[in-house]
């Protein structure tokens, strides 16, 4: 009786560690399903924050170009008045050796027709501040 009391005790524990071991597994389960499902969310998330990036990126490339467009558009307009005004002070020089009187037209500042100086610098630097 001994040996079949030992048997039933020795077979209640294996079903008890069998149910556990069933128990843990199932939790292991249910909780990788859990992480798997945050991380399809966050890859979601992630995907269309990405896409608004991407947008944000492109707009701003847009604007770029059509900014950078415009200011080729003005160096070239500056340019052209800055000769126009040389050639005024030419004809004006002349009309002042012929008639006598002073006529000067002040140059336009290099900083306009070098943009890549800081406005104020070359202006400091022009009148030796």
């Given at each position: 009786m001994m040996t079949d009391l030992a048997i039933t005790v020795s077979d209640e524990r294996k079903r008890k560690r069998m149910v556990s071991n069933r128990e843990s597994a199932r939790r292991s389960r249910m909780k990788k399903q859990?992480?798997?499902e945050e991380l399809v969310g966050e890859v979601a998330r992630l995907e269309s924050?990405?896409?608004q990036s991407e947008?944000?990126?492109n707009l701003l490339t847009e604007r770029y170009s059509k900014v950078e467009a415009e200011?080729?558009?003005l160096r070239?307009?500056?340019a052209q008045l800055a000769e126009r005004l040389k050639s005024a002070n030419k004809y004006l020089s002349l009309f002042e050796v012929v008639r006598g009187v002073k006529m000067d037209i002040e140059e336009i500042p290099d900083p306009f027709l070098s943009?890549?100086?800081p406005v104020c610098t070359a202006?400091?630097?022009q009148?030796?501040?």
């Amino acid at each position: 009786m001994m040996t079949d009391l030992a048997i039933t005790v020795s077979d209640e524990r294996k079903r008890k560690r069998m149910v556990s071991n069933r128990e843990s597994a199932r939790r292991s389960r249910m909780k990788k399903q859990q992480h798997l499902e945050e991380l399809v969310g966050e890859v979601a998330r992630l995907e269309s924050e990405n896409a608004q990036s991407e947008m944000h990126a492109n707009l701003l490339t847009e604007r770029y170009s059509k900014v950078e467009a415009e200011n080729a558009v003005l160096r070239a307009e500056a340019a052209q008045l800055a000769e126009r005004l040389k050639s005024a002070n030419k004809y004006l020089s002349l009309f002042e050796v012929v008639r006598g009187v002073k006529m000067d037209i002040e140059e336009i500042p290099d900083p306009f027709l070098s943009p890549w100086l800081p406005v104020c610098t070359a202006l400091l630097n022009q009148c030796n501040c």
